[in-house]
T-cell receptor
């Protein structure tokens, strides 16, 4: 399997639930990203991992917790979310030492609905 | 910090007509510029990119874009639009040594028969 794979594709969760989003890339990239895409708003960068270290955290609430156990996998752990957290969550990867040559490769996203 | 402006939220084009989507950026040095396309419920797919050299860049699906430094623009064009081109298009800017891309708000392209 190639590219960036995100699971699940759709997730409905209650505000008291705990769930995790998974992202896996088979491109040999060494940087991974979480973006949030809400209706009528621009893409919001949430977290950046480069060589498995978190290098950027854009003031994301603590109810979102990322994890990058290796360069191929990225998780987003969710707990006690709010309805306004409902959105499409996109994972992307790139080659951090030459990212400008390739840009990002995106997954298909997880559509999250918080009820 | 860099920024990207896509002035058109929606554009409707007749099938077979030409297309131009506008993108303006703000950055103090030579930027790296990208166009992505997103179909409903899908992630973003890279259409083309500009780093240096020839200012007219060819991409996939028959798209091209032209970098104009004097106008701080990177407009996307296609000579003849197909119904399958209906999607949302995002312009993005990056910079050497910076870990992330900055995206515009997107332009939704509608194709009429």
């Amino acid at each position: 399997e190639t590219g960036v794979t995100q699971t699940p594709r759709h997730l409905v969760m209650g505000m008291t639930n705990k769930k995790s989003l998974k992202c896996e890339q088979h491109l040999g990239h060494n940087a991974m990203y979480w973006y949030k895409q809400s209706a009528k708003k621009p893409l919001e960068l949430m977290f950046v991992y480069s060589l498995e270290e978190r290098v950027e955290n854009n003031s994301v609430p603590s109810r979102f917790s990322p994890e990058c156990p290796n360069s191929s996998h990225l998780f987003l752990h969710l707990h006690t979310l709010q309805p306004e957290d409902s959105a499409l969550y996109l994972c992307a990867s790139s080659q951090a030492d030459n990212r400008e040559a390739y840009g990002y490769t995106f997954g298909s996203g997880t559509r999250l609905t918080v009820v | 910090a860099q920024s990207v402006t896509q002035p058109d939220i929606h554009i409707t084009v007749s099938e077979g007509a030409s297309l131009e989507l506008r993108c303006n950026y703000s950055y103090g040095a030579t930027p790296y510029l990208f166009w992505y396309v997103q179909s409903p419920g899908q992630g973003l797919q890279l259409l083309l990119k500009y780093f240096s050299g020839d200012t007219l860049v060819q991409g996939i699906k028959g798209f091209e874009a032209e970098f104009k430094r004097s106008q701080s623009s990177f407009n996307l064009r296609k000579p003849s639009v197909h119904w399958s081109d209906a999607a949302e298009y995002f312009c993005a800017v990056g910079a050497r040594g910076y870990s992330t891309l900055t995206f515009g708000k997107g332009t939704m392209l509608l194709v009429s028969p």
